[in-house]
């Protein structure tokens, strides 16, 4: 009799954990890059981020001179200066792939046939004026394409932050991604969550399940170690972003 009720509550306390339980959503990092004929932040790697069922795409803009807003990681492409240079010479610059940097309104545009989310990290301009721009045309861009319900924006702009907060519609998804902010501050803000480093999260593990008593969601970027992966899905980690999303979805399954 001990052993069945032992037993039945054991059972019992599985079938508990499994219900509250949540695995992490994965994104790809720039996108899924390492597949074949891909580029980080290329229309391919967001296709193929989409093929494999991840949640969402990470993609990184930035504006050019003349306001272009156009797909890019770092503030430089093939030696040109993005911020500084006109879009005329930014856009016929090549990526890995063959493709060439992309507008955000092609991104978009392949975007609104897919069904992955789009994760928009706008980088952190220099001019914040212009920054400010930035998101309004931006937050335009994606109503544009009614793409509003499946997009979600991060940056390492406090500024950006409080921007996309204030322009984006209410409810938008907006994250943090410095690392400087504790969650409370995040909370009173108006930020979706935080969206910090794995560096980050191992310094403050704490900040799991104080973002998550406060309703705030947590994702943790760039994860590609099987060990950190465990180490954040057991942490509670709401999203993973990852250059290995497959690795990720194998481990989940």
Known sequence: MNFSKTFLSACFGI?????????????AHRGYWKADGSAQNSIRS???????????????????????IVVNHDATINGITIQTSPASIVMPQGLHNGETIS???????TAKGLKTRIILEMKEHADKAKEEQVVKDIVALIAARGLEDRTEYITFSKEGL????????????VFYLSGDMTPAELKAAGAAGLDYSIGAMRKHPEWFKQAHDLGLKVNVWTVNKEGDMKWCIEKGADFITTNEPELLQSILK
Not at 162 to 173: R, V
């Open 15 to 27: 079938v508990a954990i499994g219900a509250c339980a949540a695995n992490p959503q994965v994104i």
């Open 46 to 68: 967001l296709v193929k981020a989409d093929s494999i069922g991840c949640y969402g795409s990470e993609f990184d803009v930035w504006a050019t001179a003349d306001g272009a």
């Open 103 to 109: 507008t955000l309104q092609k991104y978009l545009d």
């Open 162 to 173: 409080f921007n996309f907060i204030k322009y984006a519609p209410k409810g938008t998804p």
